[in-house]
């Protein structure tokens, strides 16, 4: 299994500022993910982060607002651009060693946006 | 509807009953998970059911999967106050080149299981 850190942890940010949150993986891993979970709400796919190449986003979100890196196999950055009150959710980290496997969560990072 | 959703959205317990929880999907899968999340966290996998399971059983839990109504059903028996958490389901779909997964899990919209001392 894999173990993930994420930072920060939590953070309060003001209107239209940026963010950017890292997540740290012990190994390898072939892939990547970022969701976000709103206040109440179950998880939904952002992005795949693909290594070596641009960001798979998923219907809704789009690379303006959530900028994504990955500069190797065990590292990704997720920035939440721009920011508003409705940005405000749990963003997660995730990885899978293969398909069809499980996946791996870090402990995700609360934003607050005021 | 969505992918994965879930049956009740809240359920309270008192310790030592058995929880039921249940979702329904409607994409062609290779596998079924369960997930829980303690408030707020990161999430924790519990079990994975493949597509050609019917049971599945780890500890406490059992899973049951039946593909031709689309539903799973996870079983947590001799509940605890530990086990209070949010329960998730989620579902990896069928796609791609030979009918293998691209990689990506839907997550239901999840059980919020209380149980009391």
């Known amino acids: 299994s894999a173990v993930i850190s994420q930072k920060p942890s939590r953070d309060i940010c003001q209107r239209g500022t940026s963010l950017t949150i890292q997540c740290q993986v012990d190994?390898?891993?072939?892939?990547m993910f970022w969701y976000r979970q709103q206040p109440g709400q179950s998880l939904t796919l952002i992005a795949t982060?693909?290594?070596?190449?641009?960001?798979?986003?998923e219907s809704g979100f789009v690379i303006d607002k959530f900028p994504i890196s990955r500069p190797n196999l065990t590292f990704s950055t997720l920035t939440v651009s721009n920011m508003s009150p409705e940005d405000s959710s749990i963003y997660l980290c995730?990885?899978?060693?293969?398909?069809?496997?499980?996946?791996?969560f870090g402990e995700g990072s609360r934003l607050t946006v005021l | 509807s969505q992918q994965g959703e879930e049956d009740p959205q809240a359920l309270s317990i008192q310790e030592g009953e058995n929880a039921t929880m249940n979702c329904s999907y409607k994409?062609?899968?290779?596998?079924l998970q369960w997930y829980r999340q303690n408030s707020g966290r990161g999430l924790v996998h519990l079990i994975l059911?493949?597509?050609?399971?019917r049971e599945k059983h780890s500890g406490r839990l059992r899973v049951t999967l039946d593909t031709s109504k689309k539903s799973s059903s996870l079983l947590i028996t001799a509940s605890r106050a530990a086990d209070t958490a949010s329960y998730f389901c989620?579902?990896?779909?069928?796609?791609?080149?030979?009918?293998?997964?691209?990689?990506?899990?839907?997550f239901g919209q999840g059980t919020i299981l209380t149980v009391h001392p």
């Open positions: 995730s990885t899978r060693d293969r398909a069809a496997g499980e996946l791996f």
């Open positions: 982060a693909n290594q070596g190449s641009e960001a798979t986003y």
């Open positions: 190994s390898q891993v072939t892939m």
């Open positions: 989620a579902t990896d779909a069928v796609g791609g080149a030979g009918g293998t997964s691209y990689g990506k899990l839907t």
């Open positions: 059911i493949r597509s050609n399971e």
């Open positions: 994409t062609s899968i290779n596998n």
